[in-house]
């Protein structure tokens, strides 16, 4: 019977004591996706995740526009991580068409990624604190976000949708004075982020809650593919700021952050510990910055590369290795673009790590795996 | 265009000459290749021999073309001999004019320290149909999803918005698009944007 059926379409087996049910897409729970379960009684048996509600074809539409014009609407698909979703974009670009950029314009793009990488994570921890019904959690984060997106304001003219980084540099140098409010701003946000500790990281209820659920191995992490906070939650040691140093984190010392657990309590953790190691960075960078200088080669308007040519950038996003694939045919559009984001990848460990957990354990798992929809989608 | 010329300061202007280092053309005598990545693609093709090439080298990037009867076998060897672990990227390529349609792997090592850099990069060609029937005509290829299973999400994406169909995976199902979706795959280069 099923062999008959066109590839795409799919027939359910029904069980009499197996219960189908759709969590999402409307439900919040589950972001912008459909999460099909089937339970028994309380547990899972089978889950598949059903992602696309919000696909919007950013690589198609990137064919049609231009290096320069493809910026705004590439970083939409997480617009509060703007700057890292284009960083492998802008450094495809780079070296597809041979920029050198100014040492200033790449610290102040190592700062605006770290900012945007704390402020992504607040967004997620408040979700995160929220489904698991800890609403202090969610009022917390949501404003002390304020604090970096204040800093970010005054850096690049926008609240969230930045499109700060160019090719060939970033779009404006700094505001006079932004240093010292950079730095009274990100120890304050340091201070605050440490008390997390005592409410919710120590907190019996939520250890109850996340450790050892959903818990993956070391060699299921590597074998599935994982990154970022997933994949270092379950011991492997792989940040790309560390591996392979993209612009000035050579200069700068980056610790990563590894647990070994591999639980939705490792997972949920380590974004947090990247928080407080990118305030680290954002304080060593603002001391090695070159105090002027140029932030931006200009470059002329409908830059091309020369020929065919292929380039792959990945960098460390909030949410793992973000890669840009782009190929070129010598015109001024790109001739493929394709994004290769974090979420979409530790998309595949879902169906693994809910299979025989509890239910109620659901958002516990799915929300740990730092997995935005709308960044999967695309 | 024009909303590229603000007031920032100007350091120098037309930088479209590319510098000589970067994104150079491969296989070109004069330019010294990396020798860590030469020693890696050296070793696949003292095995393969000419049923690959190595279409560049390039700091911290190998790029191999394989053609579709041999890329299992080439991809069991880099899982197995040289420890790349899994699967960063898959992506389509639509080339209309070559009549083909090209499934570009980029793999990397979780394991290996040595290899943390690098990406290789496993390219592939598949016949590709004026009128596709996805799943039903001769665009197929040999599916990885046995050998690297981050795979599985990434074929399946790719089948939809290519109509490259894998044979071997066990879960040929559309993701992203809508389960009715009755037009042209949306990436392959023919099916064009309203109003573009």
Same mark, same amino acid.
């Given at each position: ?64 526009? %231009? ?18 979703? #284009? ?49 202090? +959690? ?77 818990? /993956? ?22 940040? #790309? ?17 590894? +647990? ?14 990247? +928080?407080?190691?990118?305030? %680290?960075?954002?304080?060593?960078? #603002? ?11 200009? /470059? ?46 530790? /998309?595949?460990?879902?169906?693994? /790590?809910?299979?025989?957990?509890? #239910? ?19 | ?159 939809? +918005? ?35």
């Amino acid at each position: 019977m099923n062999n008959e059926l066109p590839p795409g379409l799919a027939l359910q087996k029904v069980d009499e004591r197996i219960m189908t049910l759709n969590v999402g897409p409307q439900h919040p729970g589950s972001g912008h996706m459909r999460i099909i379960v089937q339970i028994d009684g309380d547990y899972i048996v089978a889950c598949d995740p059903d992602p696309g509600y919000v696909h919007r074809g950013e690589e198609k539409m990137a064919e049609y526009r %231009n290096y320069i014009t493809n910026i705004p609407h590439l970083e939409r698909p997480v617009i509060h991580d703007s700057c890292n979703i #284009l960083y492998p974009y802008v450094l495809g670009v780079e070296e597809l068409l041979g920029i050198e950029v100014p040492e200033r314009a790449k610290y102040i793009r190592v700062i605006a990624s770290e900012l945007n990488r704390c402020v992504y994570t607040m967004y997620w921890l408040a979700i995160y604190g929220i489904f698991l019904g800890h609403s202090t +959690m969610f009022m917390w984060p949501a404003g002390d976000r304020e604090l970096l997106i204040d800093l970010l304001e005054k850096m690049t003219g926008a609240r969230v949708t930045h499109a700060h980084f160019v090719p060939g540099g970033i779009r404006n140098d700094l505001p006079p004075n932004f240093e010292d409010v950079c730095l009274r701003q990100v120890n304050y946000f340091e201070k605050r982020i440490k008390e997390y500790a005592a409410i919710f990281y120590d907190n019996p209820i939520l250890i109850a809650r996340t450790a050892n659920t959903g818990v /993956l191995s070391r060699q299921d992490a590597i074998r599935l593919g994982t990154t970022g906070s997933v994949l270092r939650a379950s011991g492997v040691d792989y940040d #790309l700021r560390k591996k392979e140093p993209y612009d000035v984190y050579d200069e700068l010392d980056v610790h990563s952050n590894v +647990m070994n657990e591999g639980d939705s309590y490792a997972r949920s953790k380590i974004p947090w510990l990247d +928080m407080l190691e990118s305030c %680290n960075i954002i304080r060593q960078a #603002l001391q090695k910055m070159p105090k002027s200088g140029s932030v931006r080669v200009k /470059l002329k308007p409908n830059p091309k590369g020369k020929g065919f040519d292929s380039v792959y950038k990945r960098v460390e996003s909030g949410r793992g290795s973000l890669g840009c694939y782009i190929v070129s045919d010598g015109k001024p559009e790109p001739y493929r673009l394709k994004l290769s984001v974090g979420s979409f990848r530790n /998309l595949i460990a879902l169906p693994y /790590l809910l299979k025989g957990e509890k #239910l109620g354990n659901m958002p516990a798992v799915y929300w740990s795996l730092n997995y935005w929809p709308v960044e999967a989608d695309r | 265009m024009s909303s590229d010329s603000d007031n920032e300061p100007i350091e120098t202007t037309s930088d479209v000459t590319p510098a000589s280092t970067k994104a150079s053309p491969p296989s070109e005598k004069e330019i010294e290749l990396p020798k860590f990545e030469k020693g890696l693609a050296d070793k696949i093709v003292e095995k393969f021999d000419t049923r690959i090439k190595v279409a560049f080298v390039k700091p911290d990037r190998v790029r191999i073309n394989v053609g579709r009867d041999d890329i299992k076998e080439v991809a069991e060897f880099l899982r197995d001999v040289l420890n790349f672990d899994h699967a960063e990227s898959v992506s389509g390529v639509d080339y209309p004019q070559d009549k083909e349609i090209e499934v570009v792997y980029h793999l990397g090592s979780y394991t290996d320290s040595s290899l943390s850099r690098q990406i290789l990069v496993l390219a592939t060609r598949a016949q590709r149909e004026e009128n596709p029937i996805p799943g039903n005509d001769a665009t197929k290829l040999p599916s990885l999803r046995e050998i690297f299973y981050s795979v599985e999400f990434h074929e399946r994406e790719i089948f939809e +918005m290519f109509g490259v169909y894998f044979q071997g995976h066990p879960d040929n199902r559309r993701l992203l698009l809508p389960e009715d979706w009755a037009d042209l795959p949306p990436l392959r280069k023919d099916f064009a944007i309203k109003g573009r």
